[in-house]
T-cell receptor, first 114, second 109 residues
């Protein structure tokens, strides 16, 4: 089944403790991105990657890092999480950035930083 | 001003009714347009793309008005299973997706 897999689904952590949220897709998509979703706001892009070893900042990159060493994986790293990073996170992929069709999303990671 | 604006709702609609949502966007150079559906605490899923000439998929009809910069979604004969949040999405000239905050729809029996 074609899908984007995110882990973990839920995570509660303490301020300053490094964490990684994994994202993997099995569709051989070139384009992958991370979003956060907060109440009353649309999804906001954190980082995106157009292909292996090519990443760039989205609208809200502060406090996040990413890497794209393999085409299928695009982990999101929070080196020193803070409470304002408490949010619902989604990873997505599409064949290319300018694909006309929609994006496929992972099931989401609900992160709470205390 | 938000780049993509939607009425947050909620819209409380009886089963079988017709309901319409509008969405406005600010960037006239926007290239493509979508409606996504998001169930509570789940990931967004593509409902339909929106074409310039308007398009229909079963009970769902999407319209685009480039001159007025708005997109609409019409749901006919609404079902209980249509209850969800509907997200308006615009792809700008840099191929970036700009998301509305969503309109919540509640279909009541």
């Amino acid at each position: 089944e074609a899908q984007v897999t995110q882990n973990p689904r839920y995570l509660i952590t303490v301020t300053g403790k490094k964490l990684t949220v994994t994202c993997s897709q099995n569709m051989n998509h070139e384009y992958m991105s991370w979003y956060r979703q907060d109440p009353g706001l649309g999804l906001r892009q954190i980082y995106y990657s157009m292909n292996v070893e090519v990443t760039d900042k989205g609208d809200v990159p502060e406090g996040y890092k990413v890497s794209r060493k393999e085409k299928r994986n695009f982990p999101l790293i929070l080196e020193s999480p803070s409470p304002n990073q408490t949010s619902l996170y989604f990873c997505s992929s599409s064949p290319h950035r300018d694909s006309y069709g929609g994006y496929t999303f992972g099931s989401g990671t609900r992160l709470t930083v205390v | 001003r938000k780049e993509v604006e939607q009425d947050p709702g909620p819209f409380n609609v009886p089963e079988g009714a017709t309901v319409a949502f509008n969405c406005t966007y600010s960037n006239s150079a926007s290239q493509s347009f979508f409606w996504y559906r998001q169930d509570c605490r789940k990931e967004p899923k593509l409902l339909m793309s929106v074409y310039s000439s308007g398009n229909e998929d079963g009970r769902f009809t999407a319209q685009l008005n480039r001159a007025s910069q708005y997109i609409s979604l019409l749901i006919r004969d609404s079902k209980l299973s249509d209850s969800a949040t509907y997200l308006c999405v615009v792809k700008d000239s840099n191929y970036q997706l700009i998301w509305g905050a969503g309109t919540k729809l509640i279909i009541k029996p």
